[in-house]
Structures are given as C-alpha cells and as structure tokens.
C-alpha cells in the first residue's frame, strides 16, 4: 500500500507492505483476515492490513525459536547485534519524515511532534540499546575453597512483545531495542489500530541486515494474536505495555500455561501536585504538558490535579488560559502551528465524552471545554472540571484523554493522602520551590517516576514503570537488561 501525502508539513509518499512479517518474509494470514486502519483526523479508512490469528503465531514462533537456536542467542556477538541496531536506526532516521507521517495518519499525532518525540526517540533507544549490546556482563562470586562461581545473563530466548496504539513507535523501540542486544528473538504485535510504524520498520529490519526470524511481526487483535502470545508454551517472555484489565489476562495466561516471565507496564491516574509555593508559571506550563500532551493519551499523563488553596485561583485562570489556547489551535496534524489533534478512535472518542458526561452529572464543575472539536474525525477539546471528589469517576478512572480534574487541599498531609488515593502507582508530580518539601513529597508518594517542578517525559537511560496495579517490572535504562536477561550461575569445582 502506498500512501501519497500531499500536505504542508509532509510531501512525499509512504509505502507499506500489509502482511505478516514472519521469518524475514511478508506473508498472507492462514486463515484470511484483514483490519482497516482509520485516519483519526477525518474518520475515513485509509487501508486494510492483515490481522493474523493464532496459527500465524505459532509460525512466529516457530520462526524465531530457529533463528534463537542457530544464527541469533548465543552464537551472534554482542558487538555484531549492536551494529545491526545501529543500522536499525540510521535506517529509521533516514525515513524519519515518512515514519514521522505515518504515525500522525494512523494514529493522529501532530507530525513535528512524530518526528521529534516519536520517531526521533525510537532512534535514540535503539542507539541506547545498541552501545549496551556488548556490556551486558555476570559476576565472579568468592565461594568456599576450591570452588569458583561465576554468572551469566542469559537471553530467554523468543520473548513476546505486545504494545499499545498511544505510541506505537516509541513502545515497539523500547521493546525490541533490550530484547534483541541481550540477544533474545522476538514476535512483535503492534496495536491493531495502529500497525504502519511497525509494518514500516520490518522491511528496515531486513534492510539493516537482522538475520531472517530475529524480529517477526504479527498484526492482529489482542484475543487472537494477543492472547496467542500470551498462551504460547514456546514463549518464555512476554513483555506488554497497555490496560491494567489486559495485563491481568497476560498475567492469568502466564500463570495457566507455562509460567512466562510477564512485563507490565499499564494503565495510570497519575497526581500533580502544586504547592502555594510552587513557580506558578512553571507550574502552569508543565501541567499543561502533563495532562494535554499526546491530547492525554499518556499513560504518566498528570490527570488529577491538586492545587492549594493559596495558589487555586491564580493558577486555574492561567491553565484554563493554555486549554483555551490549545483548543484554537486544534486541527489537522499536518497544519503547521497545530498543537492538539485528534483522539486515535471513535472508540476512544465515546469513551472520553462518556467520562466527561459522568463528570457532569457526578456534580463537578465543566471549567473549559468539555466537547467535540469540528464536525469530523475525533476531537475533543482541551477540557478541565473543577469542584471533583475522589469518588467520582472522574477522578478515579483513567480517561485516557485531555481531561483534567482539579481537586483544592489544604495542607501537605491532605495532599499526599488524597494523591495516594488511587490503585494506581505509575507516575507523580510535585511543584514546590521549597527543596526539602518538593523532595519530601517526592518520596511520600507511591509511584515508579516522580517528576519534580517537571512533567511527563521519559529518558531512555532511566528506569520507567508501575507501582501498584501500574505495572510490574521496569522498562529503560539498564534495569530494561536485568528483564530480557535470566541469571545463570556457573559453579566450578577447581
Ligand atoms: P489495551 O490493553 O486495550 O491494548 C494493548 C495491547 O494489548 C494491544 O496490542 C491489544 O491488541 C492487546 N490486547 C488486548 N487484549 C489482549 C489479550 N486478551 N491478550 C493479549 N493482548 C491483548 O490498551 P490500549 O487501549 O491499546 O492502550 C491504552 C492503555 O495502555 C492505557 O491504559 C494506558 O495507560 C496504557 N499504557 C501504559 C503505558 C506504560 O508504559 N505504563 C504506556 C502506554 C500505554
């Protein structure tokens, strides 16, 4: 499929192939089944892509599983299998336009923020993980007379990958860039809404030079290919990123069939603290970043939003001042100078209308925005309730769209229990000028990332995941290492 882009950001074409992508080779699903993808901006269907089922995982997995036991694992260098990613992610770069272009298609995101964010960060890991290829190294451990121990950090093997529609790129990159340098193969699914990164990326796979059944990529819905996946006896990892109702079926899968090593990293409601003391403008424009960012699609987005009494009033006419902004400059994402688009879904799109009613009818107050954006595609405006309880919806559930609920304390005990009011535990945001306050509350609250007089953004070099029902196991950095990676201990009898 070729997609001709005739826009002011983008001009120039992008092609796809619409297969399954098993064994270094683009193939047709055994049993037939196609998904059409939809552009967020207009509603319209762009393509169709095959959707696979669980016949083609076990042809993945046959794949990968040969590829693991005689080209990739153990018999291919550290230093060669950081150069093919290397490669990777030149080659990635070198599209980054087109890549850039379809994912703001597919999925609606603005296309200068693809290309820096999205696109730009999937090289960056890659190339992170490429330079860890080569480093991944054991211990010797002093034992009694005569003995010597040592370890090894051995790949699983296949390990299963599963990654949501909210940054396709971005996820698949965090993915398979610690999976493939500790040298395991991989059977990629991408969302099924959004699939054109991901089936981009696997021609790049071929071009870079990865050996054939190294990466396979299985387009398909979550209870076919996903659970597939899950329940595969041949699979000795999974790793997923998407709801926490999801992850408890991987979890559920694992524990049913052969106990795979599970990585989640799920849903979120995260807190944003703001103390009286805080730099309000700083405070403002982070806040505003935190919850409208990917027009909220952000499992770290800083939903629920607790403001002082001393600073509530200043600081909601300054934020409701940005969502004001950003709603008259929402558009089509390839319109220079947009900064808001549309939600990836129809699907989505009820949902976040559905919660903003709830919140309505809950008693909160509708502050700004609260509706559709023009008369196609799925906008929804940059949207803050105020006068929220911690019962309503709300303010408990994550909306998974650019709706912020405000809450007002008064001291920083109140703050710290009412933020720590969720099952949640991804991530947290503290505004304070005073340092051991904005530290303090840092560590008081029960969250894998804290962000301190900042907001939502990730570094590839360090750890990112859940406390509580947010996830199990850390993603990035070296940590993301240790869960690609089991331990073996060798002992010696000298
Ligand atoms: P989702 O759980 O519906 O889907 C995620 C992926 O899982 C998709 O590829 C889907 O096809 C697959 N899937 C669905 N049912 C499955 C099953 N039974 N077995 C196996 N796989 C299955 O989530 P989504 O709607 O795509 O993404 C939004 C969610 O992801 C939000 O809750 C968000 O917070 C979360 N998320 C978390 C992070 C993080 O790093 N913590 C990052 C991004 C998104």
């Given at each position: ?206 071009e870079a030079g990865f050996p054939p059944g190294v990466v396979n990529i299985v387009n398909g819905y979550g209870h076919t290919v996903g659970q ?97 902004d950003l709603a008259a400059k929402t558009g089509d994402p390839f319109t220079p100078g947009t900064q808001h688009g549309p939600q990836v879904s ?11 009613d709830s919140g309505k009818s809950d008693g909160a107050t509708l502050h700004v925005g609260g509706e559709r954006h023009g008369s196609e595609g ?117």
């Amino acid at each position: 499929y070729t997609h001709k882009f005739d826009t002011a950001a983008y001009k120039g074409e992008a092609t796809i192939n619409t297969g399954l992508f098993i064994g270094g080779k683009w193939v047709d699903p055994i049993e037939g089944g196609s998904i059409e993808v939809v552009n967020p901006a207009t509603g319209k269907v762009v393509t169709s892509v095959a959707a696979g089922t669980k016949a083609d995982v076990d042809l993945a997995v046959e794949a990968a599983e040969k590829a693991y036991k005689t080209v990739w694992g153990l018999h291919y260098p550290g230093a060669g299998r950081g150069k093919l990613l290397n490669k990777l992610a030149d080659l990635i770069e070198k599209n980054i336009d087109e890549f850039a272009a379809l994912e703001a298609l597919d999925v609606g995101k603005i296309f200068a923020k693809a290309k820096a964010i999205d696109i730009g960060g999937a090289v960056t890991c890659l190339r992170y993980y490429a330079g860890w290829a080569d480093k991944v190294q054991g211990k010797t451990i002093e034992t009694t007379e005569n003995k010597l121990a040592y370890t090894r950090h051995e790949p699983y093997g296949v390990v299963g990958q599963i990654v949501p529609w909210n940054f396709p790129m971005g996820m698949v990159s965090w993915k398979i860039g610690p999976a493939l340098a500790t040298g395991n193969t991989v059977v990629l699914k991408p969302s099924e809404m959004t699939p054109l990164t991901a089936l981009k990326l696997a021609d790049l796979i071929n071009e870079a030079g990865f050996p054939p059944g190294v990466v396979n990529i299985v387009n398909g819905y979550g209870h076919t290919v996903g659970q597939a996946i899950s329940e595969h006896p041949r699979i000795h990892k999974v790793a997923f990123t998407g709801s926490t109702l999801t992850g408890r079926k991987i979890l559920k899968a694992s524990a049913e069939t052969n106990l795979k090593v599970v990585t989640l990293e799920l849903g979120g409601k995260s807190p944003l603290v703001v103390f009286d003391d805080a730099d309000i403008d700083q405070a403002v424009k982070w806040a505003s970043h935190g919850i409208f960012f990917n027009m909220g699609q952000a499992c770290t987005a800083g939903s629920r939003i607790f403001l002082q009494e001393g600073i509530y009033g200043a600081f909601l006419e300054k934020f409701t001042a940005i969502a004001q902004d950003l709603a008259a400059k929402t558009g089509d994402p390839f319109t220079p100078g947009t900064q808001h688009g549309p939600q990836v879904s129809q699907i989505q799109f009820d949902r976040i209308m559905g919660y903003i009613d709830s919140g309505k009818s809950d008693g909160a107050t509708l502050h700004v925005g609260g509706e559709r954006h023009g008369s196609e595609g799925f906008f929804v405006k940059p949207t803050i309730f105020t006068d929220c309880h911690p019962d309503m919806k709300i303010t408990k559930e994550e909306i998974f769209g650019p709706v912020a609920a405000v809450i007002k304390f008064k001291t920083e005990e109140e703050a710290i229990d009412l933020a720590n009011n969720t099952e949640y535990g991804l991530a947290c945001h503290v505004f304070s000028q005073n340092v051991n306050r904005a530290i303090r509350v840092a560590h008081a609250l029960e969250a894998g990332s804290a962000w301190v007089n900042c907001a939502q953004f990730t570094e590839i070099s360090v750890p990112f995941g859940g406390y509580k029902q947010s996830g199990i196991g850390r993603e990035l950095g070296e940590y993301a290492l240790d869960t690609y990676t089991q331990v073996k201990a060798v002992h010696i009898n000298i």
